[in-house]
């Protein structure tokens, strides 16, 4: 199995920028499809970005031009770029497969909060 364990996440001002790194371990990921996903108070958990092993990137309408999603393999990493933060980018942010997506597990998440 894999794991990856997300991290960048803090406390930003509207505007801000934040770099989150989802790290993976006990495996490699290099043939994965990789998405950000996060969670918001009270809401679902929605896909914010994706990534596929080819480097081809899909974004959620609420997030594109803003964030950018990309890989390093050789590090078994995936980075989640976010500039332009608004208080809406509020939520707890996850990094997983497709697969496990669907099945499960889940990681911890990183906490992003923008406010001022």
């Known amino acids: 199995q894999v794991q990856f364990v997300e991290s960048g996440g803090g406390l930003v001002q509207p505007g801000g920028s934040l770099r989150l790194s989802c790290a993976a371990s006990g495996s490699i990921f290099t043939i994965y499809a990789m998405g950000w996903y996060r969670q918001a108070p009270g809401k679902q958990r929605e896909l914010a970005a994706h990534i596929n092993s080819g480097g081809f990137t899909i974004y959620a309408d609420s997030v594109k031009g803003r964030f950018t999603i990309s890989r390093d393999n050789a590090k078994n990493t995936v980075y989640l770029q976010m500039n332009s933060l608004k208080p809406e980018d509020t939520a707890v942010y996850y990094c997983?497969?497709?697969?496990?997506?669907?099945?499960?597990?889940w990681g911890q998440g990183t906490q992003v909060t923008v406010s001022s």
């Open positions: 997983n497969t497709d697969r496990a997506a669907t099945t499960g597990p």
